[in-house]
């Protein structure tokens, strides 16, 4: 219900139990047990909530995994080279960035230690080309010297440039350059629809 006040872990668990759902009706059979991924660097409170969540979705068992420690195994599981050695794997998600280092030896991985940063993740790489890249560009193109995310009336372009923020990073992923094109992204100095034309490069 969307008028219904509820605690985080509450909310964690519906989203738990529509997973759940789909599950039990793809497998065909109750689930009762879950391995949920959690950032390096949860805090017990948090540990706690999560837990909390999995029971009152329905799930008899839980086990928390930290994510880079999920990665390192997702890497184990799919490995098919001589490799042994000492390996640091890394998780940069939305909002965290998490480190695994782990050892293989003979097909077999050992935790040696996880750390995360939950003030650093990708939401804030995004955020940065929006403020330090496409900000100064819409300033200078468009002369509007108050274009600031903490001025209310530009709250949709900055929703716009977020969004292209992200798609431009994942695309320089594996482009040199991205062209990013929004139309109808601002009135012009005669008040006509102009669009938002930059070409970011990886660099």
Known sequence: E?????????????????????V????????????????????QNKIQATKRAAELAGFRECHLLKEPSAAALAYAYDSTEDDDGF??????????????????????????ANVGDESLGGKLIDWDIVDKIFAP?????????????NTEKYGREFAMLKLYAEEAKVNLSNE????????????????DPAEFDYDITRS
């Open 87 to 112: 390996w640091m794997i890394y998780d940069l998600g939305g909002g965290t960035f998490d480190v695994a280092i782990v050892k293989k030896i003979d097909d077999e991985f050992d935790i040696i």
């Open 176 to 191: 040199d350059e991205y062209n990013v094109l929004i139309d109808r992204f601002m009135e012009d100095e005669y008040g």
């Open 2 to 22: 969307a008028d219904k006040d509820m605690l985080p872990e509450e909310l964690s668990a519906e989203v738990l139990k529509s997973l759940k759902g789909d």
């Open 137 to 149: 560009a819409v300033i200078e193109e468009f002369g509007v010297d108050d274009f600031s995310r």
């Open 24 to 43: 039990s009706n793809f497998k065909g059979e109750n689930i009762s047990s879950v391995v949920i991924t959690v950032p390096a660097d949860f805090n």
